[in-house]
């Protein structure tokens, strides 16, 4: 069974960064996208960024240039570099990773989540 270990967040004041790492343990085929989904208060669960074959990384508006996602190798770990942080950035932030046999970006594996609070 594969399983997501997250590690990293914690509080910060507005303008901070803070760093996110996910480890993919257990055996699987291969892995066709890492990413990160946020869940903020009140607020659905949102992709934020994700990363895919030929390391071809993807952001939401909100984050672009303040957030970097980047991995070791096509099994991992992956890392989320969040910098220039603001209070709406505030949330749980889950690492997720597809292991299908075909190319597709729906996350099938969750993390346990990191809390990531930018004090104001």
């Known amino acids: 069974q594969v399983q997501l270990v997250e590690s990293g967040g914690g509080s910060v004041e507005v303008g901070g960064s803070l760093r996110l790492s996910c480890v993919v343990s257990g055996r699987y085929f291969r892995i066709n996208m890492m990413g990160w989904y946020r869940q903020a208060p009140g607020k659905q669960r949102e992709m934020v960024a994700t990363?895919?074959?030929?390391?071809?990384?993807e952001y939401i508006d909100s984050v672009a240039g303040r957030f970097t996602v980047n991995r070791d190798n096509d099994k991992g770990p992956v890392y989320f570099q969040m910098d220039r942080l603001l209070p709406e950035y505030t949330g749980v932030y889950y690492c997720v990773v597809n292991l299908s046999p075909k190319m597709s970006m729906t996350p099938e594996v969750w993390g346990q989540g990191a809390q990531v609070t930018v004090d104001s």
């Open positions: 990363i895919t074959t030929g390391d071809l990384a």
